[in-house]
């Protein structure tokens, strides 16, 4: 009989605001979107990514729908090196607040249906970016 896999759940927001999503570049793995793991003890997903999209950025959101699901790696370089981590991707939507990045990123970008193809790493990340903007 298999064990069970350990693995750690994360979310990411997909956050429209005027028609454009908010994309993040992460200096190790490239195109990123806001949000992360659920921590131990947290038990209201919405309130995880909402405290996730605040710590990352100080913005302030209402989450719409989840509409994709992936799974993750990180690499060895990564600060969370090693993690396995199933990913739910929401539809979000941007209520206030100006981007403050933290230092998980450097760089950050919103882009809409017109350029988004632009930002293609061939990642999983891009496949989920390209799934929201074909997807509704």
């Known amino acids: 009989m298999k064990q069970d896999a350990l693995f750690c759940v994360g979310q990411k ?3 429209n605001k005027e028609g454009k999503v908010l994309i993040l570049h992460d200096p ?5 979107f806001l949000g992360g793991k659920v921590q131990e003890g947290e038990t209201d997903l919405h309130e995880a990514l909402k405290r996730e999209v605040r710590e990352e950025t100080g913005l302030e959101i209402e989450i719409v729908e989840p509409f994709f699901t992936w ?12 993690k396995k981590v199933f990913l739910v991707g929401f539809r979000c939507e941007y209520i206030s607040g100006e981007v403050k990045l933290s230092d998980e990123h450097d760089e950050y970008r919103w882009i809409g249906k017109n350029d988004y193809k632009s930002t293609n ?5 891009f496949k989920v970016l390209e799934k929201y903007f074909t997807t509704k």
Request: glycine share 12%; no cysteine; charged share 25%.
């Open 28 to 32: 190790v793995e490239g195109l990123d």
């Open 121 to 125: 790493d061939g990642t999983d990340y």
């Open 13 to 15: 927001a997909f956050i």
């Open 71 to 82: 799974y993750n790696e990180f690499p060895a370089n990564h600060r969370n090196a090693g």
